[in-house]
């Protein structure tokens, strides 16, 4: 078959016009793909910086774990959690200098009882045998976390633990 030149007359520039729409359209693509990898990498470092604010909000409640423990004083004077005077009541860790939680503990009544705790079924586990009186605390563990939109994100972490003073032997 030949061709005399009459069907490739009108198609100067078709070829220029066809590869600029597929630049287009390529380049679309590509922008595509970039801004789907900022996308993920901005949703690993929240939920990164997520899990490093609840670990830090745990790590608040095991130091209040170790405060109860340690005190000798069962009512923690000084650790209650108190709204209108959190200078005074709120705690740090690791320190004040560089705070990463705040955490603070209160003593509840002496008719509060823990989920699951009954007489014939305990769930912390504890002898009452030799208990001469069981307090029970709750520990507010929180966590600011800045998330760059200018409003921080509070995580909070809030358990109930129970301690026994015991007669001595």
Known sequence: MKSDGRIMKNAKGY???????????????????VNMAVQETRIARNYEDSVVAMAWAEAGIETARVEIIKSPDPEL???????????????????EA??????CIELLPEATRLEGDNTD??????????????YYYK???????????????????????ESQTRFTI
């Open 15 to 33: 070829t220029l016009v066809i590869s600029l729409l597929l630049l287009i359209v390529m380049s679309m693509i590509g922008l595509l793909a």
């Open 77 to 95: 004077t000084g650790f209650e959690c108190d709204p209108a005077n959190v200078a005074t009541t709120t705690h740090y860790y690791p320190s």
């Open 98 to 103: 560089d705070p990463k939680v705040r955490y």
């Open 121 to 134: 079924t305990r769930s912390s586990g504890q002898d009452r045998s030799r208990a001469t009186k069981t």
């Open 139 to 161: 520990v507010d563990s929180y966590v600011e976390r800045d998330t760059g939109g200018g409003t921080p994100v509070i995580i909070r972490h809030i358990q109930t633990m």
